[in-house]
């Protein structure tokens, strides 16, 4: 998720693994886990995921970014499982390759976080002007 009055959506991704729970050990030292992206899903589920995605940010009060973790059970039916508001930024980190995937570079991406804290922070400072 990236915006403030009118987030939008990345492309979505999917982790891939071997291991019967996925978990620091397999994401970051066992590398059974891999990371797809796009998502390997039809439009109509994609559509789905991004709808959600913005609903849940939007209910959450978020502004920025965020990253909304999801499940797909087998019936089709989205789960939101976790709303990160502080997604990383490594060199593996899904948040920068996700967006990246939707033709917004890793400076672009930036420039656009550092110019939605801009706008949030004028929009207090007016707010707590006294006259």
């Known amino acids: 998720m990236l915006g403030n009055e009118e987030p939008r959506a990345s492309v979505l991704g999917e982790v891939l693994t ?3 729970f996925y978990d620091y050990q397999d994401k970051y030292f066992d590398g059974t886990s891999t990371t797809v992206i796009p998502a390997d899903l039809d439009p109509t589920t ?60 890793y400076p672009d991406l930036v420039d656009e976080l550092v110019a939605f804290a801009l706008k949030a922070h004028e929009r207090r400072r007016a707010r707590s002007v006294v006259p």
């Open 18 to 20: 071997d291991a019967t």
């Open 46 to 105: 994609m559509a789905a995921a991004q709808a959600l995605a913005i609903h849940s940010f939007e209910a959450l009060r978020c502004a920025g970014m965020a990253r909304v973790d999801m499940f797909l059970r087998d019936d089709g039916q989205l789960l939101v499982n976790e709303v990160n508001t502080i997604p990383g930024f490594t060199s593996i980190s899904m948040y920068p390759k996700l967006w990246e995937a939707s033709g917004l570079s």
